[in-house]
């Protein structure tokens, strides 16, 4: 075989040998480096796929928990209010009981002052009964102005 003339570009078979070796050494080194970077990029990659499986877990079980206070909170209001509606129920009836004892209280109060008022009446009625016909005439005797002089009623009743 000749060698053939191709100018500048003709390869040497001591530089193919030695180009050959290089590119040997490099690929074997690349190759592990490149493995290395693979297994790197793969632990991130799990290390980041994990940290969103677990931000993603932990997302789900916080919208749990909030769904589970969301109810506990739905719940307390429920009852909060049923403690008012109670409240004000129980309030009402014991307005309405108060307000009832209190009219009691009234009507008896009434009674009572109304007789000791219809008492103490007859009871001055009957104090005053035997002075009327005296305070009558002297009540008469200031209207006209000149006395008048107390009579039996038998004699005032003949005169008429």
Excluded: K, W
């Excluded at 040497?12 to 297994?39: E, G, N, S, Y």
């Excluded at 309405?96 to 002052?113: F, G």
């Excluded at 001055?124 to 005439?137: D, F, G, I, K, T």
């Amino acid at each position: 075989m000749s060698p053939t003339n191709i100018g500048p570009l003709e390869p040497r078979i001591p530089d193919l040998a030695a180009a050959l070796v290089l590119f040997t050494v490099c690929h074997a080194v690349m190759v592990r480096l490149l493995r290395r970077i693979d297994r790197v990029l793969q632990a991130r990659e799990q290390a980041t796929d994990g940290v969103d499986r677990q931000a993603a877990e932990t997302r789900a079980e916080a919208d749990a928990v909030r769904e589970a206070t969301l109810r506990l909170l739905a719940d307390a209001r429920h009852d909060a209010a049923r403690i008012r509606q109670q409240a004000r129920q129980e309030g009402a009836a014991l307005v309405a009981e108060a307000r009832a004892e209190a009219l009691r209280e009234c009507d008896a109060l009434r009674a009572e002052s109304t007789a000791r008022i219809e008492a103490d009446r007859a009871a001055a009625e009957r104090e005053l009964r035997p002075y009327v016909s005296a305070l009558a005439h002297e009540v008469a005797s200031r209207v006209l102005g000149e006395p008048i002089a107390p009579t039996s009623r038998t004699a005032t009743a003949e005169t008429r």
